[in-house]
Nanobody, 113 residues
Framework: QVRLVESGGGLVQAGGSLRLSCAAPGIINGLMDWYRQAPGKQRELVATFTTGGNTNYADSVKGRFTISSDNAKNTINLQMNSLKPEDTAVYYC?????????WGQGTQVTVSS
C-alpha cells in the first residue's frame, strides 16, 4: 500500500521560512514533487525534479524555494524562504509510481502580512 507522510507547514510571517517534508516508505524509483492549492484556485506544480536530477520551479517561487531529496529515506523536502502572503495554500506531496498518481494529505501553509 502506497502511503505518503507529510510534515511541516504552519503559520509564519511574511519573510519567514518553513520546511516541508514528505516520506514515501518502501517506495523505490518513484517520482515525487510538490504542488499547492490556494483557496479558489487550481492546484499548481510548485517544484519538481527533471531528467538528470535537475530541478524546476514555478516562476512565482524561483529563487525562494528549494526542493531536495533523500533517496536513502525515500523523502523529499521543500525549503521555503522569503515567504509571501500569496504563498498561502495547502501544499501537497505528489508521487508518480508505476503509472499511478498518489497524493499526500496536504499541509496548510499560512503566511501573514
Amino acid at each position: 500500500q502506497v502511503r505518503l507522510v507529510e510534515s511541516g507547514g504552519g503559520l509564519v510571517q511574511a519573510g519567514g521560512s518553513l520546511r516541508l517534508s514528505c516520506a514515501a516508505p518502501g517506495i523505490i524509483n518513484g517520482l515525487m514533487d510538490w504542488y499547492r492549492q490556494a483557496p479558489g484556485k487550481q492546484r499548481e506544480l510548485v517544484a519538481t525534479f527533471t531528467t538528470g536530477g535537475n530541478t524546476n520551479y514555478a516562476d512565482s517561487v524561483k529563487g525562494r524555494f528549494t526542493i531536495s531529496s533523500d533517496n536513502a529515506k525515500n523523502t523529499i523536502n521543500l525549503q521555503m524562504n522569503s515567504l509571501k502572503p500569496e504563498d498561502t495554500a495547502v501544499y501537497y506531496c505528489h508521487l508518480r509510481f508505476r503509472l499511478r498518481d498518489y497524493w499526500g494529505q496536504g499541509t496548510q501553509v499560512t503566511v501573514s502580512s
